[in-house]
């Protein structure tokens, strides 16, 4: 089951981001209003989805689990910065392809608007997790300190979701799941936006997969160095 | 708890208060920042006036990185944990009582720094109680997440480096809330202040009680 899918699940993300991309490129037609611009759709709320819900609302969890004594595991610390990386990279992501957006439609690559704010903010907090990991500690204590820090960073997740309702923004309403729960948008434009967040979503969880592995795979090789240098140590005691 | 919390508290601000670190290192930095600031924006009375509130906040916050890096280096030591532990200290007693040493230490900055406004700056506040409140509150939400975020950072020899990193983001809604309380106190805009007041109360409530519940999983061994 896990060889399966280790062999299927990267390249169904691909194939699927593929196919999003060719769909939107070539098949949907341009907006009314935003004309070719609105093809950046099919990739940056799925993007931005992955990022700030998936991703970090994955290394909350996860966080909560490890802190929780009943479930405390290192497996869950590892997931946890899995996640992070990951979701980092997904949020540099979502804001490098708003601002493609950006420019041409507010002519600007940044404004300070509260969405954008919160997100870059959100990013630099989850750059500091990533710091924090790679200070030298026990393996539970780091797990504790990226605990809590993902929890207090992870508070940030609801306020760029609401920051659209809360301030008057430059940056639009939610297109599918708004208030009304009214999509306002149709046909092929839409089945290509649903494309895209599964698509992502899947490359999202190839990624931290391979992440948890690597994560794993360093600590056990971190143990086996230190047991190496125990013996050798032992090895030295014994002849002396 | 409270009984912990004295007590660590007077630990704290007599160490300060014999050692003068602060006095002679962080309190002229920030009077120092000050003064550059001055000098990047030029001499022109109304320019320094209408960017007092965020130079003020901002020597704030980059000298409450220093008082973080000096209140943690106080518990440092692993000798000085197992000590308080050995002793029964509660780890939430141990969490307010420093953070109430460095919230009497950052109200005792924010008056220098309101008196340099007054003498550098020329600036004429208008509302004293929103500025009163506005810093008090900030520096309570200053107080309890330096500590927090302190022992966060881990070992001394990475602090210096991490800690601003990790801190000063977080610290955000505190300049942002901070600035526009000023404005308001500066301006007369004393009804405008309150929602601004609310989001330094919020940030201080909830960082003093994360602090509260996360200080002593995080002090364990």
Redesign the interface.
Known sequence: MRKQLDRWLGPLAFVLVALDVWLGLWITPPDQVQGDYVRLVYVHPAVAWVALYVAFGMAGLCSVLY?WPRTRSLAFDYAAAAAVEVGVVFTILTCITGAIWGRPTWGVWWTWDARLTSTA?LA??F??YL??RR????PH?RA??CA??AL??A?DVPIVHFSVNWWNTLHQGATVLNANLSPRIHGSMAWTLLLSFIAFTLLFVWMVIARYRLEVLRHSGENKDLDRALSERRAEGAEA | MFRDAALVAGRDLRIELRSRVVLWQVLPFSVLALLLFAFAFGPSQARLVQSAPGLFWLALLFSTVLFAQRSRALEGSPATREAARLLGLDPAGVFLGKTVALFLELVVLEVLLVVGLLLLFHVVVVSWLVLIAACLLAALGLASASVLYGA????AR?RST?LP??LL??L?PVLIAGVRSFQAAIKDGAGLSGRWLGVLAVFSV?YTG?GIA?YG??E??
């Open positions: 802190l903010l630099v907090m750059l500091g710091a924090l200070v030298p500690a026990e204590v504790r300190r809590v820090m207090v960073a508070v | 966060l950072s881990g070992e990475i991490l990193v990790l983001p977080i955000a909830v994360l996360l999983p995080l364990e061994n």
